[in-house]
């Protein structure tokens, strides 16, 4: 046998049927199987007048066979549900994997992998035999009706699709047999059934978590008794459960069945746990070598892990809250209602809650000239009240029946935070958002969700360093009482999947005191800047997290330094440059992993565009226009249209003129150290941006043709070398090449660096244009005059000089980098005095005329360089 079908431990009716179903797509030799079939398909294969191709293979046999040329796993992508069969995917030159569970999991890697969320694996291969034209017999079609009926639950389960419901029609076409279908699929209770279904009902507890109310039950029998799954819808009929859980013990075995009608609950999850798989509706497992009790107990612990309680006012209240004291004048109520773009705030008594006033109540006085007049006077004083613990549904039900645009959440007459109309509507957007959605008949993953778990993808593109520390400051924000984000360009990468260590925490609280509580407990230390809430925690070795307090900023004028404001996570988040920079994933243990997206940062990371939060974002902070270049170039995204026309529009305004010229030159430092930098430099000529270094500033076809150069010699040298220069600085060093001396000075007095780093630059970019027009002049020059031309230089101005000198100086150039600069005589001081030269202060000079030599090949060995000074000397007496 060189093609097989192969499925999991103790097929069902899917199971086989799918392997079937492969077996006719792909004229397999056979299907193998290796254990015990469930009873009703024992019974089933048994009474077909015609048998199955199917071969039962023993563990020894496994080991005999040497190779495979096409496996095919169906109803499986977990290798341990393969057992022993799982030793076959080695020895398969092809894999092909069906599978229609969901994702919770997946080891198995096939060189073609169907795995979609249908109601049964038979109806995702069926798609393919219809595509594909094959014709079946009346007893193939009901054969593989039996997967379809069992696992949609005769097409009733939840998890049921068009696709299963379009399979099905399919197989009835070819004279499917409904009746004997239903003969198998729908079977009454066994005797042993009803004794067993008598054991749960009586052992059943109920347990609420939140409004979910789910059941628990075990049963224990010593005779193996097949398809004790069938028992748990009987039970969730007769106790109207939104879930069930049952652990029944039949023979060496204990049997795992769980039933889930809410999406608090995940049946799948609960079943992995104990080695099995499924559906969010329904999942099961086998465990071995375990007592009941014991998985009893894991499973009660698994449940208070797992299900998701309905949400309280707590999870879905602002906060903290921007307040009005009650004797705040309306113009200064105005100033804080525009400042943070609100519609309504609570008024205030110290922190008790004693009104609500709109900014449309605000205005209105404002034009009747109220402008001195306290918010308290036209305060909303009959308002709504809630608790921290109220369900969601009863506050809406509250602020319906109120027609409350606010209400206020308190605690002992304390003000905690508000909800809003918009609140609901988001909750109400993600709870939407977790419904099934189809396709062309094909259930979609909600991708673009505002709120998504990211686990998995941190798991695969963060170090398991930063995921340990991740799960430390999670865990210790639930112990005290801190709400904890990773946010920033970290987030953005891991949906991008890249690599990014630069880890930024988000606090909902102090930062400083969260950060020096986690330093002390973790071995590190921690520096805290107070003045901006922030804190940075460095490990011993160098690995160190940045912490800040969840904060909201607004500018007072165009490119003013701005305000800070402690403030809730999605202030925090608003207050950010663009909209793929601005999403957050939790990490407190209970939602570790779950993406925060207020602002459409996944659609436009889909849509590859840079997009900001707000319209007055380029006059708030216009270096956020060079940073749009940046991600621009780096990923190589466009810039949105509404964007465009902003960014155009401070150009046209000057704004860039009031930016801190240390931002401007980081910026372009920045820009410079990318790989695309060239196609960010013509994006700025693109914009007119260059202008704002200097009016003199260009990029022509001239300058493209010196970086085509310096990416020549930058590519050479790094591929000779294993240093690695700073690229930026000799890419700097080619863009203003071309400036007057003065021009330049201008520049550098713009970046308002500290001293030694404009001396620095200033000293390379004059060396560079000196050394060049110097270049030019001498045409051409002994390779020791070219040499020691350039040892005056580091080696980046070096770099942008042989970029700048041209094609004359190729030659000299590469021997400089890899031969000259390391050219040293072989006579030493020793030598000189051994000769009895003097005056010794004449060594240094002699030396560097015998390496001069010596790299013009006049004297190259030890002789000839010590009669070489020895000539020097008698030359120079002669001449004195």
Known sequence: MKKIAITHKNPDFDAIASAYAAYRLYGLDAVVTATSYESAVNEY???????????????????????????????????????????????????????????????????????????????????????????????????????????????????????????AAWLLSFGANLHEVGEYVKRELSRDHVFILNELLTNMHIRAIGSVRVGISNASNDKYIEDVSHLAHKIMDIESLDAL?????????????????????????????????????????VIKDQMLHECVAKLDMMLGEAVRPVKKARDIMTSPVKTLAANVTFDA????????????????????????????????????????????????????????????????????????????????????????????????????????????GRLMKGENGRSKSVAGQMENVLPERVIATLKDIGAMADELGFKCYLVGGVVRDILLKKTNEDIDIVVEGSAPDFAKEFANRMGARVAVHAKFKTAVVIFPDGFRVDFATSRTEFYTFPASAPTVEDASIKNDLFRRDFSINAMAVKLNKKEFGVLLDFFGGQRDLQDKKIRVLHSLSFVDDPSRALRAVRFAVRFDFMIGPHTDRLFRHAVNLDLFERVQGQRMFLELKYILSEKSYRKALRMMRKYDLLKFFHSTLRLDERKEAMFDDLDTILDWYGFQFDEEPEAYMSRMAVLFSDMEKQAVKEVLKRFSLDEHKTQQHGECFKQVKDTVAWLKRSKKMPDSVFARCMDKLETPCAIAVAALAGEDY????????????????????NDLLEMKIEPKTEYSHLLSAVRDAKIDKKCTDRESQLRFVQEMVKNDKKDR
């Not at 190729?810 to 006579?827: A, G, L, M, S």
């Open 45 to 167: 294969v048994s009474t077909l007048e015609t048998p199955l191709p199917i071969f039962h293979m023993r563990e020894k046999d496994i080991e005999n066979i040497e190779s495979i040329d096409l496996l095919v796993i169906t109803d499986c992508k977990l290798a341990n549900r393969l057992e022993p069969l799982d030793g076959l995917i080695a020895k398969a030159k092809k894999v092909i994997v069906y599978d229609h569970h969901p994702a919770h999991g997946q080891d198995i890697e096939g060189d073609e992998m169907y795995v979609e969320e249908t109601g049964s694996c038979s109806a995702v291969i069926v798609e393919k035999m219809r595509a594909q034209g094959i014709t079946l017999t009346p007893e193939e079609a009901t054969l593989i009706m039996t997967g379809i009926y069992e696992d949609t639950g005769m097409l009733t389960f939840t998890s049921t699709t068009v696709k299963d419901m379009e399979a």
């Open 333 to 440: 109520a105005i100033d804080i209602f525009m400042k943070h773009n609100l519609n309504n705030m609570p008024v205030v008594q110290g922190n008790v809650p004693v009104g609500i006033v709109s900014r449309r109540d605000i205005l209105q006085g404002l034009k009747h000239g109220l402008n001195k007049e306290p918010v308290s006077s036209i305060m909303q004083v009959e308002f709504t009240k809630i608790p921290q613990n109220m369900p969601y549904y009863t506050v809406e039900e509250t602020m319906l029946a109120g027609n409350n645009k606010m209400v206020i959440v308190e605690e002992e007459g304390k003000l905690l935070g508000v909800i809003t109309r918009t609140d609901l509507l988001r909750l109400i957007h993600d709870e939407i958002a977790k419904m099934p959605r189809f396709s062309d």
């Open 245 to 285: 859980f049952i652990l029944v013990r039949t023979g060496d075995r204990i049997v795992l069945v769980g039933r889930s009608r809410t999406d608090d609950v995940d049946a799948s999850e609960i079943a992995a746990s104990f080695g099995g798989g499924g559906h969010y509706t329904a999942a099961s497992a």
């Open 810 to 829: 190729e030659r000299q150039v590469k021997d400089f980098f890899t031969v000259f600069r390391y050219t040293k005589p072989d006579i030493t001081g």
